[in-house]
């Protein structure tokens, strides 16, 4: 079925940054809302961003508002998150997902509007 490929995590400082993609296989990522969410060990998982097939609708989590930018470059099939002024409090695992419709016009970071799901991608900050 459709496929989402999360790669960019790895060990950064805090304070640190780092830039995670969310790659489509399979389909046209383009046509498609794009939400980012992170799960820590132990946590429930957690919606961080979000953004609509156009990039004109974008919703970010008080959490990390500031501090993370959502892009996409439908060119390359990809979604971005920027993340900067990382805290050991971002490490997670992060996943991106796709809802089943192709061009919702509005973006939300509830868990049940995605239907497809990336494998995840492990970000650890820590000194």
């Known amino acids: 079925h459709l496929r989402l490929v999360e790669s960019g995590g790895g060990l950064v400082q805090p304070g640190g940054s780092l830039r995670i993609s969310c790659a489509a296989s399979?389909?046209?990522?383009?046509?498609?809302?794009i939400g980012w969410f992170r799960q820590a060990p132990g946590k429930a998982r957690e919606g961080i961003s979000c953004?609509?097939?156009?990039?004109?609708?974008?919703n970010i989590a008080d959490s990390v508002k500031g501090r993370f930018t959502i892009s996409r470059d439908n060119a390359k099939n990809t979604v971005y998150l920027q993340m900067d002024s990382l805290k050991p409090e971002d490490t997670a695992v992060y996943y991106c997902?796709?809802?089943?419709?192709?061009?919702?016009?509005?973006?939300?970071?509830?868990?049940?509007?995605?239907?497809?799901w990336g494998q995840g991608t492990q970000v650890t900050v820590s000194s």
């Open positions: 399979g389909f046209t990522l383009g046509d498609y809302t």
């Open positions: 997902a796709a809802p089943r419709s192709r061009f919702q016009s509005m973006c939300v970071m509830r868990e049940y509007e995605y239907d497809y």
């Open positions: 953004i609509s097939s156009s990039g004109r609708s974008t």
